[in-house]
């Protein structure tokens, strides 16, 4: 079975800094996208950023320029460095990935983690 623990949330000021990880356990053979969600309240989730194993990214409109995803492989951990954050980046950020164990495919979330930006 596949988790997926996201860790690095908290509060910051508007124009400020944060960063994200995403760590995946269990026998995995490989994973092919690692994402980055967030669902503000009343809002619907919505993709972040993604980034494949080749390193190939997509960013949201909205962050592009200020977000960067990244990932290790050997560590099967996804990153997202949240740089000049704006009130209306405030959010639950949850992370996903898919990918294959010997059982399989998989695509899981993790619980999430929550960012609040203060302004």
């Known amino acids: 079975q596949v988790q997926l623990v996201e860790s690095g949330g908290g509060l910051v000021q508007a124009g400020g800094s944060l960063g994200l990880s995403c760590a995946a356990s269990g026998v995995i053979i490989n994973i092919n996208t690692m994402g980055w969600y967030r669902q503000a309240p009343g809002k619907q989730r919505e993709l972040v950023a993604s980034i494949t194993h080749q390193s190939n990214t997509n960013y949201a409109d909205s962050v592009k320029g200020r977000f960067t995803i990244s990932r290790d492989n050997d560590k099967n951990t996804a990153y997202l460095q949240m740089g000049s954050l704006k009130p209306e980046d405030a959010a639950f950020y949850y992370c996903?990935?898919?990918?294959?164990?010997?059982?399989?495919?998989?695509?899981?979330w993790g619980r999430g983690t929550q960012v609040t930006v203060s302004s």
């Open positions: 996903n990935a898919d990918g294959h164990t010997f059982r399989g495919g998989f695509n899981v």
